[in-house]
């Protein structure tokens, strides 16, 4: 049973940081890809970024020069560090890490950023 373990995810005012961090655990194969979505209220579940296990990257356009993703190969663990973070920025945050077979997701972290 995979199992995606987060944390990191708080209130923070605008301008500020946080950094979101993902255990996973459980699976015989490799996670190929690991990474982060975010769902504001009302609105779907969109890509934030994602890391490959040779550490190719990829950013939603809206976060590009303000968060950097990260991986730990070795610990099966995918970090977020979220800077000059906006209002915009707030929601839930998924973890997510694939194999080449099935995907798995986190139970999801509340980032608020206030005003």
């Known amino acids: 049973q995979v199992q995606l373990v987060e944390s990191g995810g708080g209130l923070v005012q605008a301008g500020g940081s946080l950094r979101l961090s993902c255990a996973a655990s459980?699976?015989?194969?490799?996670?190929?890809?690991m990474g982060w979505y975010r769902q504001a209220p009302g609105e779907q579940r969109d890509l934030v970024a994602t890391?490959?296990?040779?550490?190719?990257?990829d950013y939603a356009d809206s976060v590009k020069g303000r968060f950097t993703i990260s991986r730990d190969n070795a610990k099966n663990t995918v970090y977020l560090q979220m800077n000059n973070l906006k209002p915009e920025d707030t929601g839930v945050y998924y973890c997510l890490a694939k194999t080449l077979v099935f995907q798995h997701w986190g139970q999801g972290t509340q980032v608020t950023v206030s005003s």
């Open positions: 459980g699976s015989r194969f490799r996670f190929n890809v």
């Open positions: 890391i490959t296990a040779g550490g190719s990257t």
